[in-house]
């Protein structure tokens, strides 16, 4: 090799050749063994404009085919999927992300120094070994709880859905069932998608979604403790089949000591007690809205106290059957939370009606539930793509 890559910027070398695409599990869709098309500098990057490899598939049946629209040195720089740029770990738009981390952009704009930066910071990356995300994403220390409560869990693959048919909506569709695109009104306000500028989004400014996001992240409900302080319990809610007592001891023994652990199996809930309030106090403050355990979000409330347990019967369940009394326990359980059957686009998890923890309890929890690290995907890729039930654009 006589030079390195990115030594110059008119040089062929410094393009970039890959072999896997950095993508979000929603964009890679619900087949893991999904069929790419793969083309060498196929297109330039929409925001470095460096022709790049640009994959393309079909992440279902009946959805729209995608492909990567960013370079992977712009996408690992923000650590962002390169088709739809939401973060890799939280699901979540870039300005959304940065102002929850605290982190401020220092990606240059003008084509100059933008090329500077880039071939920079592709250097860097190569050096890295890459287990963390490059710039200041990866220079982030904090976390933040803002994130959390908003951060998506599963994937949500609606979101790769056809295109609405803009002929249906001006009534002129003559294809009627044939038609690839989709007859629905238009339009999604909440779809990260719609009408934005890519730079505006990668840049993390002036992005309406981010926002609405962030706005709605203020306005979050609080968990208040309960007045009676002989209270001790929380109620975890959505454990799913593979949350067990010993997750929930694991993360809650930092907030002191736990007296006792019940897992409810017919309800997929727990009780947790303190021995202080204290500590259920700070548990149920740093949990509420944003614990998320083995993929599943769980849901968080205080227990009952005695008096209101006298009322509801001992040993009572909704259902109305008789249960073995548990000492030290709540007895009833808090009511089950509305089922939500298809909530309208909620690509965040964020209906003010019902809590995120809510929301997560309509969905099969699917498995891999985490975007994949940049270079462990497993797709098979093939040079050329086949029939497939999918439409083209
Ligand atoms: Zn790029
Ligand atoms: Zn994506
Ligand atoms: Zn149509």
């Known amino acids: 090799m006589a030079t390195s890559l990115g030594s110059n910027t008119y040089n062929r070398q410094n393009w970039e050749d890959a072999d896997f695409p950095i993508l979000c599990q929603t964009c890679l869709g619900e087949n893991p063994y999904i069929r ?5 500098y196929g297109k330039e990057c929409k925001i470095c404009a460096r022709p790049f490899t640009v994959f393309r598939w079909c992440p279902g049946t009946r959805m729209r085919f995608k492909k990567t629209e960013v ?3 712009c996408s690992k720089m923000k650590n962002v999927c390169q088709t739809c740029l939401l973060d890799l770990e939280y699901g979540l738009p870039i300005q959304v992300r940065d102002t929850g981390l605290a982190i401020k952009d ?3 704009r003008s084509d100059v120094n ?3 930066f880039t071939q920079n910071m592709e250097r860097e990356l190569a050096n890295s070994d890459g287990t963390r995300p490059g710039g200041q994403v990866g220079k982030a220390t904090s976390s933040s709880d803002m994130l959390l409560k908003l951060a998506r869990t599963t994937p949500y693959y609606k979101r790769n859905r056809p295109h609405i048919c803009s002929f249906w909506v001006k009534g002129e569709c003559r294809r009627g069932e044939e038609c690839p695109y989709r007859h629905e009104k238009p339009t999604d306000p909440d779809d990260p998608l719609a009408d934005q ?6 840049y993390g400014i002036n992005d309406p979604v981010a926002d609405k996001l962030l706005k709605r992240a203020s306005t979050m ?3 208040d403790p309960p007045d009676d302080k002989s209270i001790t319990t929380l109620y975890i809610g959505g454990l799913g089949e593979t949350v067990t007592d010993g997750d929930l001891k694991g993360y809650f023994y930092q907030f002191g000591e736990i007296r006792t652990i019940t897992i409810v199996q017919r309800q997929q809930c727990a009780f947790i007690q303190f021995a202080t309030r204290q500590a259920a106090e700070m548990a149920a403050e740093k949990s509420f809205n944003k614990l998320i355990v ?3 979000r769980l849901t968080v409330k205080w227990g009952r106290s005695q008096a209101a347990r006298g009322k509801e019967g001992e040993g009572l369940t909704e259902m109305g059957t008789r249960l073995d009394p548990v000492p030290g326990l709540p007895g009833a359980l808090p009511p089950p939370p509305p089922l939500d059957e298809e909530a309208p686009a909620n690509y965040f998890n964020l209906d003010p009606s019902t809590s995120p923890a809510v929301m997560n309890l309509t969905l099969p ?8 690290p940049p270079g462990k995907l497993t797709t098979n890729i093939y040079s050329h793509s086949n029939t497939s039930p999918c439409m083209k654009r």
């Open 114 to 116: 933008k090329e500077y």
């Open 36 to 40: 790419m098309t793969k083309e060498k």
């Open 106 to 108: 220092d990606i240059p």
């Open 294 to 296: 083995n993929g599943q």
């Open 221 to 223: 409900p609080r968990l």
């Open 365 to 372: 929890p699917p498995p891999g539930l985490n975007p994949p």
């Open 71 to 73: 370079c992977q040195t």
């Open 197 to 202: 500028n890519i730079k505006d989004r990668y």
